[in-house]
């Protein structure tokens, strides 16, 4: 029996490799997605209407589908599980389809019908009536990816309590490739700015695809697909999950919520920083998808076997290393984004309509982002301990305080600074986010794993120095000898972070932080094994 658990440990570790190595795939597929638009539409306002009318749509997803229907109802639907109620268990996720499918289709039919009164609600004074009546447009070809990814949100918790994470983790991969195959392939049959309604049609297209190829993995668990209902009245369950899930939507929505609040304060800036911001957002999301977001997701439904249990030693012990794990990837992520900021734009996006100046406003961007890229992962992990817990009110109250400090720090920072002074009231509020969740979830487990993971970040902080020197002087090194060339850029950047990453493996090996060892372990076992 002892060997249980470590067998268990070693399972999630495997699954947190291969859902971050596919998510690695799909971040980077999302990130030639970008560079593609960035050739093709630049920063210009535009390519921020489209920004805006994709965040939307993207808002009220994030708000009442996708993660957040998918993180309340998996405390629940593995709860049944536990109590070997699968057949309940069925029957709840039929009847949330059936809700689901028709709730969402009517939130999305009455958008798409006052989207040229919404729209412009966002827009500042450096959007001219053109660039509002093409925002408006592409809302509304974009909104009924809010029902699609209802459902895939309700498909990708079943499969994952299941501990099906590949099929989910590749499926944005295909999402982006879609996108970028509209976006090619329809983009000449459109004029002008039009242009982007090729960007709109491929995301509605990619979206749909994303959703159907999860279904086969679906049936073949025995899953009956067409088991689609509409709840009975007074379904105790089905009102267990919507009331879970009012919270969590504000709590896993929280990230959507700040960039639309940067690009509507951004507007009012200049018509090209929302496109900026949302660029530099882009390439923040490459770590945070591969690391936070699959260190959360994987350990979320063993959070939620342990609360079922009333574990609570597990879920200190589980959300502690998921911070730590965290914690070893991001803060490296974030040194080498800060100090590579201008190179790594240039290298990704400078091409085509993106200027200098496009690059120049986007690094500004990127490079205070990068200080907010560890807060934003240790929230992920933090706020699936509450709802692990079904305590969702909780991190719902503090988002809301964290949302009003990101809406007043960033107008009031954006006057002096621009679109730095944005993204720093974005950082104050993620890291009072941190401060607060993580006092409140230690009170209501009876302790946290505080002084392990402090002293692990403090050493791995040393570490991330290390990396920074070491990358930036092999960069400066590199650009000045070998010069602007495409090839040339792609070399020294990527030398660069190659050389910085080893640098900070040897300082955390060296400095014996247990998460790096457990890495550097199940590699070695992987390998005995092919061997």
């Known amino acids: 029996m002892a060997s249980q658990p470590t067998s268990h440990a070693r399972r999630t570790a495997i699954n947190t490799l291969i859902f971050s190595a596919a998510t690695g795939l799909s971040r980077v597929a999302g990130l030639i997605r970008e560079v593609v638009a960035a050739a093709y539409f630049g920063t210009a306002g535009a390519a921020s209407a489209f920004t805006l009318a994709f965040q939307i749509p993207n808002l009220i997803r994030a708000l009442v589908a996708d993660a957040a229907l998918s993180s309340a109802f998996v405390p629940v639907f593995s709860e049944l599980l536990e109590q070997k109620k699968r057949k309940e268990a069925i029957e709840l996720a039929g009847a949330l389809a059936g809700?689901?499918?028709?709730?969402?289709?009517?939130?999305?039919?009455?958008?798409?019908?006052?989207?040229?009164?919404?729209?412009?609600?966002?827009?500042?004074?450096?959007?001219?009536p053109a660039l509002d009546t093409l925002a408006i447009g592409l809302s509304q070809v974009l909104f009924p990816i809010v029902v699609l990814l209802g459902l895939t949100g309700l498909v990708t918790g079943i499969l994952n309590v299941h501990d099906h994470f590949t099929i989910p983790a590749i499926a944005p991969l295909v999402w982006n490739v879609v996108i970028i195959a509209g976006m090619v392939g329809l983009a000449p049959l459109f004029d002008g700015d039009d242009k982007l309604y090729a960007y709109a049609i491929?995301?509605?297209?990619?979206?749909?695809?994303?959703?159907?190829?999860?279904?086969?993995?679906?049936?073949r668990m025995g899953f009956p697909i067409g088991h689609i209902r509409l709840?009975?009245?007074?379904?105790?369950?089905?009102?267990?999950?919507?009331?879970?899930?009012?919270?969590?939507?504000?709590?896993?929505?929280?990230?959507?919520?700040?960039?639309?609040?940067?690009?509507?304060?951004?507007s009012g800036v200049s018509d090209e920083v929302p496109r900026a911001i949302d660029a530099a957002f882009r390439i923040y999301m490459l770590p945070q998808g591969m690391f936070s977001v699959a260190v959360a997701t994987v350990l979320f439904p063993q959070l939620a076997r342990l609360a079922a249990r009333n574990d609570f030693a597990g879920l200190r012990a589980t959300i502690g290393t998921g911070l730590r794990q965290i914690a070893l990837l991001l803060i490296p992520a974030g040194a080498a984004m800060a100090v590579l900021a201008e190179p790594i734009v240039q290298l990704v996006f400078q091409?085509?309509?993106?200027?200098?100046?496009?690059?120049?406003?986007?690094?500004?961007?990127?490079?205070?982002?990068?200080?907010?890229?560890?807060?934003?992962?240790?929230?992920?992990?933090?706020?699936?301990?509450?709802?692990?817990?079904?305590?969702?009110?909780?991190?719902?109250?503090?988002?809301?305080?964290?949302?009003?400090?990101?809406?007043?720090?960033?107008?009031?920072?954006?006057?002096?600074?621009?679109?730095?002074?944005?993204?720093?009231?974005?950082?104050?509020?993620?890291?009072?986010?941190?401060?607060?969740?993580?006092?409140?979830?230690?009170?209501?487990?009876?302790?946290?794993?505080?002084?392990?993971t402090l002293v692990a970040i403090a050493k791995m902080l040393v570490a991330a120095g290390a990396l920074a020197a070491v990358a930036y002087g092999v960069w400066a090194g590199l650009d000045a000898l070998l010069g602007t060339a495409l090839l040339a850029r792609a070399v020294s950047v990527f030398v660069a972070l190659g050389a910085g990453s080893a640098a900070y493996a040897a300082v955390v090996l060296g400095l014996r932080i247990p998460e790096a060892r457990q890495i550097l372990d199940l590699f070695a076992r992987r390998l005995r094994k092919r061997s």
Do not use: C, H
């Open 202 to 219: 491929g995301v509605v297209a990619g979206t749909l695809v994303q959703l159907l190829m999860m279904l086969p993995t679906l049936r």
């Open 351 to 452: 091409r085509g309509e993106w200027d200098a100046e496009s690059t120049r406003l986007t690094a500004d961007a990127l490079f205070w982002f990068a200080f907010s890229l560890p807060f934003s992962g240790f929230v992920l992990m933090l706020t699936r301990g509450f709802f692990s817990l079904q305590q969702p009110t909780t991190p719902t109250k503090l988002a809301v305080g964290s949302l009003a400090i990101n809406a007043v720090g960033s107008y009031l920072l954006s006057k002096p600074f621009g679109i730095a002074g944005i993204v720093l009231g974005t950082i104050a509020s993620n890291a009072a986010l941190v401060l607060a969740e993580a006092f409140l979830l230690r009170r209501a487990l009876g302790g946290f794993e505080t002084r392990e």
């Open 99 to 128: 809700l689901m499918l028709v709730a969402l289709t009517l939130i999305s039919l009455v958008f798409i019908v006052i989207a040229p009164w919404l729209i412009p609600l966002f827009t500042g004074d450096e959007f001219t």
């Open 231 to 266: 709840p009975r009245r007074g379904d105790e369950r089905v009102k267990r999950v919507l009331m879970l899930m009012l919270p969590v939507s504000i709590g896993l929505g929280l990230i959507n919520i700040n960039l639309l609040l940067n690009t509507v304060i951004g």
